[in-house]
Nanobody
């Protein structure tokens, strides 16, 4: 059974930092592209960051320079380090593992991030 379990969300003041974790089981994280998405109330799900199986990273313009996606093969996990958080970063953050050639697409349950004074 494949599971992606996010953790690390919470309430933080503007300018603060959070580190989200995505614990992966049932698949080998290094064989998949890993994505972090977010969805704010009333808005569509938005792609925030990508870590490809080949080790390349990509970021949405809105988070470039503030967020860092990473992967730990030994722990079979992925992370999203979020710095200089802004109120507009408030959303539920989801971890997604995808391997298009095998038509595999797995989602975590999400973790809430709230940026507020």
């Amino acid at each position: 059974q494949v599971q992606l379990v996010e953790s690390g969300g919470g309430l933080v003041q503007p300018g603060g930092s959070l580190r989200l974790s995505c614990a992966v089981s049932g698949i080998i994280v290094s064989s998949y592209n890993i994505y972090w998405y977010r969805q704010a109330p009333g808005k569509e799900r938005e792609l925030v960051a990508t870590y490809t199986s080949g080790g390349s990273t990509y970021y949405a313009d809105s988070v470039k320079g503030r967020f860092t996606i990473s992967r730990d093969n030994a722990k079979n996990a992925a992370y999203l380090q979020m710095n200089i958080l802004k109120p507009e970063d408030t959303a539920v953050y989801f971890c997604n593992g995808r391997r298009a050639l095998l038509n595999r697409n797995y989602w975590g349950q999400g973790t809430q991030v709230t940026v507020s004074a």
